[in-house]
């Protein structure tokens, strides 16, 4: 257990709709990072936040956006949902900035698009 | 075109061979990260090479960083059936994390 948590596990859902997924970091991180892994592009980096402002920006589509809050607790929103955008969401919380630090990894929600 | 590149992408030996596997880049890194992803889970960390021409252990497996810090090697002894998963390397570039795609071993028992 690496004691970061994402809800929900599963989540099955139509094109066109919008859904939240929710992630809760280790006590005491500040960071959090968000990943889209699929088979074809493997683990994407979409966008990592620190102490509640955004700190980098990867591939992360304009329909996707993400916000952490006060509590340290952060949601990916991703809306206008296609088929494509299938995939284990991961996310994954460190204590700090630093490249070098552990990045934790929940065990990501899969999202199916039908 | 990826920026880290892991080969092969796929490996399957027998259980007690030795195997390396190869994570390339034309990039600097300032930093390179190796996790192991087992199915259903999330990536786990195992070591992080920060100098080039690092070589770190652990146990069985043996990590290097190339001295130009563009490449890394993993290297498994005696490989074990608990040694199976999907093998991750990862780099710090300009505050985004790359990921390579990885390389997925199976080891026969």
């Known amino acids: 257990d690496s004691g970061v948590t994402q809800t929900p596990k599963h989540l099955i859902t139509a094109t066109g709709q919008r859904v939240t997924l929710r992630c809760s970091p280790r006590s005491g991180d500040l960071s959090v990072y968000w990943y889209q892994q699929s088979l074809d592009q493997g683990l994407q980096f979409l966008i990592h936040?620190?102490?509640?402002?955004?700190?980098a920006k990867g591939n992360i589509l304009e329909r996707f956006s993400a916000q952490q809050f006060p509590d340290l607790h952060s949601e990916l929103n991703l809306s206008s949902l296609e088929l494509g955008d299938s995939a284990l969401y991961f996310c994954a919380s460190s204590p700090g900035l630093a490249g070098t630090d552990t990045q934790y990894f929940g065990p990501g929600t899969r999202l199916t698009v039908l | 075109t990826q920026l880290l590149e892991q080969s092969p992408q796929f490996l399957s030996i027998q259980e007690g061979e030795n195997l390396t596997v190869y994570c390339n880049s034309s990039s600097v890194f300032s930093s390179l990260q190796w996790y192991r992803q087992e199915p259903g889970e999330g990536p786990v960390l195992l070591v992080t090479v920060v100098t080039g021409g690092e070589v770190k252990k652990l146990k069985r497996l043996t990590f290097q960083f190339g001295d130009a810090r563009k490449d890394s090697s993993l290297h498994i002894t005696a490989a074990q059936p608990g040694d199976t998963g999907l093998y991750l390397c990862a780099g710090d570039r300009d505050d985004k994390i790359i990921f390579g795609k990885g390389t997925r071993l199976h080891i026969l028992p």
């Open positions: 936040y620190y102490n509640g402002e955004e700190r």
